[in-house]
Antibody, heavy 121, light 110 residues
Framework: EVQLVESGGVVVQPGGSLRLSCAASGFTFDDYTMHWVRQAPGKGLEWVSLISWDGGSTYYADSVKGRFTISRDNSKNSLYLQMNSLRTEDTALYYC??????????????WGQGTLVTVSS | QSVLTQPPSASGTPGQRVTISCSGSSSNIGSNTVNWYQQLPGTAPKLLIYSNNQRPSGVPDRFSGSKSGTSASLAISGLQSEDEADYYCAAWDDSLNGLVFGTGTKVTVL
């Protein structure tokens, strides 16, 4: 059974940093592209970032480019999102999502339950 | 950055057919496949339709998808109470070099 379990969400002050983690199980982690997607309270879905199966390619939404860094450790079946220079508008539930394949345009077939990041003073 | 436009809401009585539109551009829907996700209240999104019109195993056949040019549609026929949810379209955008989601549509069963 595929499982994606996010962690690391907390309350942080504007300008602060945070690292989110996603522990994956039930599939061969290093065969798939992985994504982060976020959802602000009461709002829609916003794609944040993706990383290729081998970590060699990364893509970011303009809203987080230069502030967030996606990474993965295939030996630990884990996905990460390093978030720096946080802003109040980064407040959201952050989901880890598995792509159906290794192509960057592939759709998501599994989602985690999310971890809540609150940026507030 | 929602560059795919959906109506904010749609509704119908049980058994009716409801259609949700998703309007994009040549750089996203016009050149890539569209996928749809269903988000039930308080839960994570779930894949509903992939590659414009394909249903994953377990998704009822009352859900169907289509695409024409720079627009796509999701249809729910034989609407049921458990279909009350938010629905999002998504596609890769070649200009932004990223994934874009639709603005989302809340479906209410009257």
């Amino acid at each position: 059974e595929v499982q994606l379990v996010e962690s690391g969400g907390v309350v942080v002050q504007p300008g602060g940093s945070l690292r989110l983690s996603c522990a994956a199980s039930g599939f061969t982690f290093d065969d798939y592209t992985m994504h982060w997607v976020r959802q602000a309270p009461g709002k829609g879905l916003e794609w944040v970032s993706l990383i290729s199966w081998d970590g060699g390619s990364t893509y970011y939404a303009d809203s987080v480019k230069g502030r967030f860094t996606i990474s993965r450790d295939n030996s630990k079946n884990s996905l990460y999102l390093q978030m720096n220079s946080l802003r109040t508008e980064d407040t959201a539930l952050y989901y880890c999502a598995k792509a159906v394949g290794a192509t960057i345009q592939d759709y998501f077939d599994y989602w985690g339950q999310g971890t809540l990041v609150t940026v507030s003073s | 950055q929602s560059v795919l436009t959906q109506p904010p809401s749609a509704s119908g009585t049980p058994g009716q057919r409801v259609t949700i539109s998703c309007s994009g551009s040549s750089s996203n829907i016009g050149s890539n496949t569209v996928n749809w996700y269903q988000q039930l209240p308080g839960t994570a999104p779930k894949l509903l339709i992939y590659s414009n019109n394909q249903r994953p195993s377990g998704v009822p056949d009352r859900f169907s998808g289509s695409k024409s040019g720079t627009s796509a549609s999701l249809a729910i026929s034989g609407l049921q109470s458990e279909d009350e949810a938010d629905y999002y379209c998504a596609a890769w955008d070649d200009s932004l070099n990223g994934l874009v989601f639709g603005t989302g549509t809340k479906v209410t069963v009257l």
